[in-house]
């Protein structure tokens, strides 16, 4: 599992994806604070305890620096910003259903375009698992020498996950 470095200052117009998805009635916006919990609870009944931890972390951020794709109040899918380090995307995921369909493309996006508004000019996307989907969508390219990279002495699950 490499890190990978995005440019902020060279990303794609979300205007027209963020449409079409409005057109299927699917939105990308923040986790407000007082849906923590109903994230959490989602995180964790779909991914692992340790994105529930990054994710509880972004949330902890004012603003949070978590971001949802919701359809019908319902989570479809999320993403982490300035969670596990500063200057770092990610953990991100969907659920299963929700795969294949352009929204982890936006959602990516959108959260880019968020830390460029930030300030940062470049962002970290740490120990990624599908490199090609970030290089297609983000022209991301792999750090070398990033394995573990901070990922290293890591303490094991609790049991009760
Ligand atoms: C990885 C993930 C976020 C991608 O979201 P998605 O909505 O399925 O992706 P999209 O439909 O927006 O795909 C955008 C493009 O990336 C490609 N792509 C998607 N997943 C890919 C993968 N795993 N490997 C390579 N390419 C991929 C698509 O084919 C598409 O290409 P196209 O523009 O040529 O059609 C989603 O599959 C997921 O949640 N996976 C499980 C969790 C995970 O691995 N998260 C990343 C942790 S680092």
Redesign the pocket.
Known sequence: MHDMIVRLYRLPDIQEGTQALAQCGIRIRRCMPYELLTLQHWVSANFSPKWLSEATVAMAHQPPGCLIATRDSAIL?FVCVDATMRGFL?????VET????????MLLLTALHEMRHMGYAYAILGG???V??YR??AAAEVIPNSTPGIYEDLLPDPPSC
């Open positions: 899918g990610g953990p991100m995921g969907l929700a795969r294949g369909q352009g929204i982890g493309r990624v698992g599908p090609d989907f297609k969508v």
